[in-house]
């Protein structure tokens, strides 16, 4: 049995383009949906919140697509990513989405698209803004090895991943201490120091 293989994305799984609501209907938006757009991708792995939320029948209107739908941002911003995290949601139409079948890891496919994000803008067609349309998203060629090899390297790759984002934190932690600490130095320090006296 051959371990690698080299597939097309559209073998991998169903895909599934956005849609975007009538932004003339209000009560489309402010529910507790979300819809994803390429400025929510690339946030980390998992994506949990948007900036925009529909409602009940706004969501209606969009393609729901289930927890661990791999996210490729294929217009303007070509090659951003995410996973649909905890909560059911749907993406406007610059977002490609893939919804894994049982042949394959939705981690695993993430980090492939992740290492292969230059073929992803390469293949964007260049007009006036970068697009790479579902039918030449589909026919992508990806190197995907059999699902238990996938799991091994996806549950690898995401230890290494938290261990980034642990360290991340803790230099935002130190950062801002750090520019709480110079903020007392040069205006509450300077003023607790005791005034010179001057000689008579």
Same mark, same amino acid.
């Given at each position: =049995? @051959? ?7 559209? #073998? ?14 209000? *009560? ?7 819809? $994803?757009?390429? @400025? *929510? &991708? ?9 900036? %925009? ?16 739908? +791999?996210?490729?941002?294929? $217009?303007?911003?070509?090659? %951003?990513? /995410?996973?649909?995290? *905890? ?11 893939? +919804? ?17 994000? %230059?073929?992803? !803008? ?8 970068? $697009?790479?349309? !579902? @039918? ?9 090895? +059999? ?5 091994? +390297? ?15 934190? $803790?230099?935002?932690? @130190?950062? #801002?201490? =750090?520019?709480?600490?110079?903020? !007392? &130095?040069?205006?509450? /320090? ?11």
């Amino acid at each position: =049995m @051959t371990i690698w293989q080299e597939k097309q994305v559209k #073998e991998l799984g169903d895909i599934v383009t956005g849609a975007t609501p009538s932004t003339k209907r209000k *009560d489309f938006y402010g529910g507790s949906y979300n819809l $994803i757009s390429p @400025t *929510d &991708l690339d946030k980390g792995k998992y994506i949990t919140s948007a900036h %925009k939320q529909l409602t009940k029948l706004g969501f209606e209107q969009c393609r729901s697509l289930p927890k661990n739908s +791999i996210l490729v941002g294929c $217009i303007g911003n070509v090659g %951003k990513l /995410g996973i649909v995290g *905890d909560k059911i949601s749907a993406t406007n139409q610059q977002i490609n989405a893939l +919804i894994c079948n049982d042949d394959n890891n939705a981690e695993f496919i993430y980090y492939c698209f992740e290492k292969n994000r %230059k073929l992803l !803008k390469d293949s964007a067609v260049k007009t006036t803004i970068p $697009i790479l349309n !579902k @039918t030449n998203f589909g026919n992508l060629k990806l190197s995907v090895p +059999i699902l238990p090899v996938q799991r091994r +390297i996806s549950h690898i790759l995401s230890i290494v991943q938290k261990a980034i984002e642990q360290q991340e934190k $803790i230099i935002q932690t @130190t950062t #801002e201490m =750090m520019k709480t600490l110079m903020n !007392k &130095l040069f205006t509450e /320090g300077l003023r607790g120091e005791p005034q010179k006296q001057t000689e008579i």
